[in-house]
């Protein structure tokens, strides 16, 4: 089992013009658990890459959060995939745009049967699939993307203001 990393800590993103309060002391941030429990309950993500010719390209994928991690699959040969191959840095969504969290990250393929196996035992229970282990690595890479930077605003009324957090992660991130 992997160790858990320390809960980032929280901070306002910057978003000039759209009336975001202060939080000064933490007033108002979101805890990370808030963002984590997204993160897992979703059905359906976004997730973005960049085409070799700098063009965006973003799909849905169906996925699981797993050791502090996004998880999901994707054909050998598929956009997405080779878009990661050639630059790993992305962007994942849960499809919740009120209670929203957009991860930045970077992917990487796993390998590990026993991560995999993980991978899979997550998977199938959340999607009523059944999945194999030896069927995944038949398919295509299964990517884990490790957070650099979290955002996450609840726009359910009254609260956008003051909800909006940013989480960032031990191998960087921007300030924005």
Same mark, same amino acid.
């Given at each position: 089992?992997?160790?858990?990393?320390?809960?980032?800590?929280?901070?306002?993103?910057?978003?000039?013009?759209?009336?975001?309060?202060?939080?000064?002391? @933490?007033? @108002?941030?979101?805890?990370?658990?808030? #963002? &984590?429990?997204?993160?897992?309950?979703?059905? !359906?993500?976004?997730? +973005?890459?960049?085409?070799?010719?700098?063009?965006?390209?973003?799909?849905? =994928?169906?996925? =699981?959060?797993?050791?502090?991690?996004?998880?999901?699959?994707?054909? #050998?040969?598929?956009?997405?995939?080779? !878009?990661?191959? +050639? !630059?790993?840095?992305?962007?994942?969504?849960?499809?919740?745009?009120?209670?929203?969290?957009?991860?930045?990250?970077? #992917?990487?393929?796993? &390998?590990?049967? +026993?991560?995999?196996?993980? *991978?899979?035992?997550?998977?199938?229970?959340?999607?009523?699939?059944?999945?194999?282990?030896?069927?995944?690595?038949?398919?295509?890479?299964?990517?884990?993307?490790?957070?650099?930077?979290?955002?996450? =605003?609840?726009?359910?009324?009254?609260? *956008?203001?003051?909800? +909006?957090?940013?989480?960032? *992660?031990?191998? @960087?991130?921007?300030?924005?």
């Amino acid at each position: 089992m992997k160790t858990k990393r320390a809960i980032p800590k929280a901070s306002r993103p910057y978003m000039p013009g759209y009336g975001i309060l202060d939080a000064r002391g @933490g007033r @108002g941030l979101l805890p990370w658990e808030w #963002a &984590v429990q997204r993160l897992t309950k979703s059905r !359906n993500y976004w997730v +973005a890459t960049t085409c070799p010719d700098s063009r965006p390209h973003c799909v849905p =994928v169906w996925g =699981v959060w797993l050791d502090d991690a996004f998880y999901f699959s994707s054909g #050998a040969k598929s956009r997405k995939a080779r !878009n990661l191959a +050639a !630059n790993p840095n992305c962007v994942v969504c849960p499809e919740d745009g009120i209670q929203a969290v957009s991860l930045e990250g970077v #992917a990487g393929k796993i &390998v590990d049967v +026993a991560t995999i196996r993980r *991978f899979v035992e997550a998977y199938n229970p959340k999607y009523q699939w059944d999945l194999k282990p030896e069927t995944v690595l038949d398919m295509g890479p299964i990517f884990a993307v490790r957070p650099r930077k979290v955002i996450a =605003v609840d726009s359910t009324p009254g609260e *956008f203001q003051g909800s +909006a957090t940013r989480w960032l *992660f031990e191998q @960087g991130g921007t300030q924005s």
